[in-house]
């Protein structure tokens, strides 16, 4: 049995008999020297804890010795008083090792004051709460520890575990349904204050509710934000500057495929403009927060669907009659993949601009086939969506690799990459182009200053 789950056991043991389990953990100290008398008879009741649960003989080297306690601090660090002797100290009695909990408090834990001072941890997925800190099933020696590698099967929930988001603010674009909905919901019930940028805002408004029906406590709004019009976007982004708060992670997750013809208000095929040019200005007007909030990442959510088309003419320039063609010339999953592929170029050309000023930004892909919203437009892909559905990812797994992209901390100040289940790959010739992107890049800043006035370039 691992030394973190005895003394789980050991803790319901202790709640089990009615015996106070605050001198397990619930003691902060500055100095190992400071140790209080009254700790005594707690700690006897502990050991007879242990022997109650057939624990107190054991051949680990982590066990301690008759008379010794293990006690961590508020932010985490294990120390170990010796009651025989009346003193702490920072070193394992045995192994003279030094330790630490791992991480922050598991999901769904939180950590709070009663009446009388003390620590108690609550658990709000099982409606319980102890004396007794949860981090002490996972604690680690106090050396580097490698990151820890994920795949197509794990899920957002999974990456963030033990994270506290509680002081970065993420926006989400798109955020009400499908992926963006569980990375919404993620970020939120790991303490982030998440933004919403939807279009529609009852449907905005239903997933906060849905957030916050699940914890009462989680930071979560909705902001109205039509990327199918420029003029929205920069009403957002003014809206969301008067609200004067920092901006860490910014998700540019709205995407619409299969859809019928249609030009947006600002005369652009709204394909193009909603998956990428309304993602392009919302950027540019967000630039001043996200460079004050550094370190600040952007995460583009983009598709392996960037792989089967072009965007360049003869002149190896990026052509907008490819991507806003006429509606003889309009085929919507062509047009789909060409927004894709701006959004890797979109995403590898901002990193080259601003992560000099700490904002890194990155692409990826969420999944194969996934049943989302973004299909909705057309039958036969949504039958087969459908039928693909027993065989692709859950939204909890297709929100991973952005949620990955977006809190890695090997990935801290990294960027111009493209993500699929969580590892980098490599993106198509055309992606990697440096001289498409810097294309694309002008092309965008042409239209989006065709149709305002005063936008600041990055």
Known sequence: MQFGSRHRVV???????????????????????????????????????????????????DELPPGWEERSTKDGWVYYANHDEMKTQWEHPKTGKKKRCAGDLPYG?????????????????????TYFDPRHAFTVEDVVVKPKRYDG????????????????????????????????RSFALHGAHVILACRNLTRANKAVSL??????????????????????????????????????????????????????????????QICHLGHFLLVQCLQDVLRRSAPARVVVVSSESHRFTDLLDSCG????????PSKKDYWSMLAYNRAKLCNILFSNELHRRLSPYGVTSNALHPGNMMYTSIHRSWWLMTFLFTLARPFTKSMQQGAATTVYCAVAPELEGLGGMYFNNCFRCQTSAQAQDPSSATSLWELSERLVAERSVGIQAL
Not at 167 to 177: A, Y
Not at 236 to 248: G, I, R, T, V
């Open 11 to 61: 803790a319901e043991v202790l709640e089990d008999r009615r015996v106070r389990v605050s001198a397990l953990s619930d003691i902060c100290i500055h100095s190992p020297e400071q140790i209080f008398l009254s700790d005594f008879r707690h700690s006897l009741e502990a050991m007879a804890a242990l022997k109650y649960a057939g624990m107190d003989d054991t051949d680990s080297e």
């Open 109 to 129: 834990w939180e950590q709070e004051t009663d009446e009388k001072g003390q620590i108690i941890y609550i658990d709000h997925i099982n409606k319980r709460s």
């Open 153 to 184: 099967n794990a899920a957002a929930l999974e990456i963030l575990q033990g994270r506290d988001l509680s002081d970065k603010v993420v926006l989400i674009t798109g955020g009400n349904v499908g992926i963006g909905f569980e990375t919404a």
């Open 211 to 272: 957030i916050q029906e699940e914890w009462h406590k989680a930071r979560v709004e909705a902001m109205m934000c039509n990327l199918a019009s420029l003029r929205s976007v920069r009403e957002f982004a003014e809206s969301f500057k008067a609200m004067k708060l920092p901006l860490h992670i910014l998700v540019c997750n709205a995407a619409v495929c299969t859809q019928p013809y249609m030009l947006t208000e600002d005369n652009l095929e709204s394909t193009f």
């Open 317 to 324: 320039k990026v052509d907008l009659v490819l991507l806003s």
